[in-house]
């Protein structure tokens, strides 16, 4: 009974032995966890113009066709039945209008090739808001095209500078015709 | 005869024990005193520490690693132990370069799901797996080698002992009062 029991102790403390050795014989691995992605190649590309430019362009061109119209009916509104002084008065406000008015149309021309060009940049179409913006002031310049009639204001200007020239000369000669009168008189 | 064979069968057992025992203490000595990793028959055996390698290996499981010269070449497919950053790592090839004239190895865990950032070269390269594993020892292994796991393999042969020469010294006391009262 002794001798077995001191069999399994001796069992046992082997078997423990045994693991300590384990320990010192046994090195350790790790399949060693990684989560990657493989890298991509990334494009990486800014726009070459931003909607807040495009949506500057399309009110400028808003606000000159505005002022052009209003310009424009100034300008025919005019009515030549006047006094020679006023016909002078409204000759040179009809300058500066038709002026102003040539101006404003380079200013729309010089907006339209701008936003030409960014179209043209855009020729994928990738970015709609120049697309958009450009059709936009298109459809502006050619409503100014198709209201605003140059030579009208051009007549317009020649028949007021006829009447100023007109008057002149019917003043010119009634102030003969006084000056004979008085001479004959005399 | 049957009590002869189990008497047989015992005898034989307990001396492949002792002998497995002295060769186990033979090498690790022998590694403790060379300084390499222990190897036994050119095999290194190591406790599986996590699962990036599983259904291959499962995580506590042993595997025998064959260890090799840094002259072997190996295959895509072969699954390495290597060192790297200090750790010693069982992965996949995956793929065959030429860095500087000389094999370098891109390696996966099998249940990783991207290569590992690094080249593993043929200095690193600690063995190959031969497909020997033995499930669940490495866990025993780890937490025998845990404060309470040591101290217990410690404590447990020590309070044993002191039983076993408790109850001698008893039985021995008590056979000599036997005999004088005779």
């Given at each position: 009974?002794r001798?077995?029991?001191?069999?399994?102790?001796?069992?046992v403390c082997?078997?423990?032995?045994?693991?300590?050795?384990?320990?010192?014989?046994v090195?350790?691995?790790?399949?060693?966890?990684?989560?990657?992605?493989?890298?991509?190649?990334?494009?990486?590309?800014?726009?070459?113009?931003?909607?807040?430019?495009?949506?500057?362009l399309?009110?400028?061109?808003?606000?000159?066709v505005?002022?052009m119209?209003k310009n424009?009916?100034m300008?025919?509104?005019?009515t030549?039945?006047?006094s020679?002084?006023?016909?002078?008065?409204?000759?040179?406000?009809?300058?500066?209008?038709?002026q102003?008015?040539?101006?404003q149309m380079?200013n729309?021309n010089?907006?339209?090739?701008?936003?030409s060009?960014?179209?043209?940049?855009?020729?994928?179409?990738t970015?709609?808001?120049v697309?958009?913006?450009?059709?936009?002031?298109?459809?502006?310049r050619?409503e100014?095209?198709?209201?605003?009639?140059f030579?009208?204001?051009e007549a317009?200007?020649?028949?007021l500078?006829?009447?100023i020239?007109?008057?002149?000369?019917?003043t010119?000669?009634?102030?003969?015709?006084?000056?004979?009168?008085?001479?004959?008189?005399a | 005869?049957?009590?002869?064979?189990?008497?047989?069968?015992?005898?034989i057992?307990?001396?492949?024990?002792?002998?497995?025992l002295?060769?186990?203490?033979?090498v690790?000595?022998?590694?403790?005193?060379?300084?390499?990793?222990?190897?036994?028959?050119?095999?290194?055996?190591?406790?599986?520490l996590?699962?990036?390698?599983?259904?291959?290996?499962?995580?506590?499981?042993?595997?025998?690693?064959?260890t090799?010269?840094?002259h072997?070449?190996?295959?895509?497919?072969?699954?390495?132990?290597?060192?790297?950053?200090?750790?010693?790592i069982?992965?996949?090839i995956?793929d065959?370069?030429?860095?500087?004239?000389q094999?370098v190895?891109?390696?996966?865990?099998?249940?990783?799901?991207?290569?590992?950032?690094?080249?593993?070269s043929?200095?690193?390269?600690?063995?190959l797996?031969?497909?020997?594993t033995?499930?669940?020892?490495?866990?025993?292994?780890?937490?025998?080698?845990?404060?309470?796991?040591?101290?217990?393999?410690l404590?447990?042969?020590?309070l044993?002992l002191?039983?076993?020469?408790?109850?001698?010294?008893n039985?021995?006391?008590k056979?000599?009062?036997?005999?004088?009262?005779?």
């Amino acid at each position: 009974m002794r001798k077995t029991f001191h069999q399994h102790i001796t069992f046992v403390c082997l078997c423990c032995l045994f693991f300590c050795l384990g320990n010192y014989l046994v090195g350790e691995t790790e399949a060693k966890f990684s989560s990657q992605d493989k890298a991509q190649s990334l494009e990486l590309s800014t726009a070459f113009v931003f909607p807040e430019t495009i949506k500057h362009l399309e009110d400028t061109a808003e606000e000159i066709v505005m002022s052009m119209k209003k310009n424009y009916q100034m300008t025919l509104s005019n009515t030549p039945d006047e006094s020679l002084g006023e016909l002078e008065v409204q000759l040179s406000k009809i300058k500066a209008n038709v002026q102003e008015l040539y101006i404003q149309m380079d200013n729309l021309n010089t907006v339209y090739e701008e936003l030409s060009l960014y179209k043209n940049k855009n020729q994928q179409d990738t970015l709609t808001y120049v697309h958009e913006g450009f059709q936009s002031v298109e459809s502006l310049r050619n409503e100014v095209l198709a209201t605003i009639d140059f030579s009208k204001v051009e007549a317009v200007h020649s028949l007021l500078e006829f009447k100023i020239k007109e008057l002149e000369k019917m003043t010119k000669q009634v102030i003969e015709n006084d000056e004979e009168v008085l001479e004959g008189s005399a | 005869m049957t009590k002869k064979f189990w008497k047989a069968v015992r005898r034989i057992g307990s001396g492949m024990f002792i002998v497995i025992l002295c060769l186990a203490s033979f090498v690790v000595l022998s590694s403790r005193i060379s300084g390499g990793a222990p190897t036994v028959l050119g095999y290194q055996v190591k406790a599986v520490l996590s699962g990036s390698m599983e259904p291959t290996f499962q995580t506590g499981s042993i595997i025998g690693i064959e260890t090799k010269d840094k002259h072997t070449s190996y295959q895509i497919g072969d699954v390495i132990t290597f060192n790297m950053d200090g750790k010693v790592i069982t992965h996949r090839i995956t793929d065959v370069k030429k860095q500087n004239g000389q094999a370098v190895y891109k390696t996966k865990g099998d249940n990783n799901d991207g290569e590992d950032r690094w080249t593993v070269s043929p200095q690193n390269i600690i063995g190959l797996y031969k497909g020997f594993t033995i499930p669940y020892v490495g866990f025993l292994l780890n937490y025998s080698s845990s404060k309470l796991g040591s101290a217990l393999l410690l404590f447990v042969p020590g309070l044993l002992l002191f039983i076993s020469a408790f109850i001698s010294i008893n039985g021995a006391k008590k056979e000599l009062e036997a005999g004088k009262v005779g």
